[in-house]
């Protein structure tokens, strides 16, 4: 008998808490009164959008700045920016390779060209030399700018962060590649 008991009043607080729960959501919307509107909040315009090139367009238009972004590059912000490479890379004149290269004088040092770093395919196989646009590509997303690279960093998604670097890069050299002009 006891036990049937307890049952009852388990089963009356359950009962209760639902109606309460039911209860709580009339009660509110009848004081706050919710508009649900007919179509979406904010539409987009797909047509548009593909017109434009979506993503590609946006990051080609970055890719562009960076010749110009460059006259007022901050080589400071760029050394700053730089510390996220430094788990992998190393920066001064003479030092050897970590998991990535050296980067002392990699503007205008021809692609996977550090002799004793083992390169991956992906870098291997591609042609000339790291110029501000190269670097600027492959730092944007390597994984995408050389599919299979041993890289794994996502990328620097902001045109003056990538100016910043390369001007800090720039500094890194005896004899840096002039600016480029503006474009």
């Known amino acids: 008998m006891a036990a049937s008991l307890e049952f009852n009043k388990t089963l009356a607080a359950v009962l ?31 047509a548009a959008v593909e017109a434009e090139g979506g993503e590609a367009a946006q990051e080609q238009e970055e890719t562009a700045e960076i010749s110009q972004l460059l006259a007022t590059a901050n080589a400071d912000s760029g050394a700053t920016i730089a510390k996220k490479c430094a788990s992998c890379h190393t920066f001064e004149q003479g030092e050897g390779n970590k998991i990535g290269p050296n980067l002392w004088g990699v503007l205008g040092r021809d692609i996977a060209s550090v002799p004793d770093f083992s390169y991956s395919d992906a870098l291997s196989e591609k042609q000339g030399a790291w110029d501000y646009q190269t670097v600027s590509d492959f730092v944007t997303n390597p994984k995408s700018w050389a599919p299979g690279t041993k ?19 720039r500094t890194l050299s005896d004899n840096p590649p002039p600016l480029p002009e503006k474009g």
């Open 16 to 46: 209760t808490a639902g109606i309460i729960a039911s209860g709580a959501g009339v009660v509110s919307r009848m004081i706050y009164h919710p508009v649900i509107p007919e179509e979406r909040a904010y539409p987009i315009d797909m």
């Open 151 to 169: 890289m794994t960093f996502a990328g620097l998604k902001k045109a003056q962060d990538r100016a910043d670097l390369l001007a800090y890069l």
